[in-house]
């Protein structure tokens, strides 16, 4: 049974768990198994995902329920008149505690270089006494609320590659080392990557909508070895 945040007779928000497809993909192909008809078997209703989280990443997702309304939340993303905000968790420290990656990514379709913009600000921080790496005493991390400015293919995972604060869990653009110690100590088989906040105005009643949605228990477990107790991620 998936999580409903939010429902009514235009739009559904859920916690897409990790793991799980938005939608049929030519890249899992033969899967049946997604986020779309698992929804519309649940709530009995047509619905389109808005918008798209890749396979691995969990948390607030926004589907329309009939297709008049789909063109104007649609709309919102592409007029960056929604707000998206993650959390993560990565290797290191950033030495500023809040900023701006503005690095352009290249499509991974098209091959064309495009905008992308992601803020980030560092929510908690922690050095812990085990070496993840073979190189030091000590291992840093830190967990990072980021919010997307632009909506590119994969933009936070590379663009923490690109600032070289690797987000644990990240197979394809992360840190090897650090994946398998966690894997090996802790278990850890998942990107710590979750769709934490989704705000917006309702484009048909103009009522102001604010979605948090708490991450799984993966990523509240590698919150806790970390030493970040007592954090409300249900409130923000």
């Known amino acids: 049974m998936l999580e409903v945040l939010f429902e009514d007779e235009e739009l559904v928000v859920i916690n897409k ?5 938005v939608h049929k993909t030519a890249i899992a192909y033969g899967e049946e198994e997604n986020a779309l008809i698992q929804l519309r078997d649940q709530i009995g209703s047509w619905v389109a995902p808005v918008h798209r989280l890749d396979r ?20 919102l993303f592409m007029d960056r008149a929604i707000e998206k905000r993650y959390l993560c968790i990565v290797r ?23 905008e992308a913009q992601s803020r980030y600000r560092v929510l908690r921080e922690s050095e ?45 653009h992360g840190d090897n080392k650090q994946n398998s110690f966690f894997e090996i100590h802790f278990g850890l088989q998942n ?9 917006f105005i309702h484009p048909l009643t103009q009522a102001p909508l ?17 030493g970040w107790t007592g954090a409300d991620f249900k409130r923000g």
Request: aromatic share 6%; glycine share 8%; hydrophobic share 35%.
């Open 191 to 199: 990107l710590l990557l979750h769709s934490w906040k989704l705000g």
């Open 128 to 172: 812990q006494a085990f070496d993840s790496t073979g190189r030091y005493p000590t291992s840093r991390y830190s967990l990072l609320e980021v919010e997307l400015l632009t909506g590119r293919t994969h933009q936070i995972r590379r663009h923490m590659a690109h600032i070289r604060h690797y987000i644990l869990g990240d197979r394809k």
């Open 17 to 21: 768990p990790a793991g799980l497809l």
């Open 92 to 114: 290191g420290i950033p030495a500023q505690k809040k900023g701006l990656i503005d690095h352009p990514l290249t499509s991974e379709r098209s091959g064309k270089l495009q």
């Open 56 to 75: 691995v990443t969990s948390g607030c997702l926004l589907f329309a329920k009939n297709e008049q309304v789909l063109p104007s939340l649609k709309s």
């Open 210 to 226: 604010q979605l948090t949605c708490a991450p799984p228990p993966h990523f509240q477990t590698i919150v806790e070895k970390l």
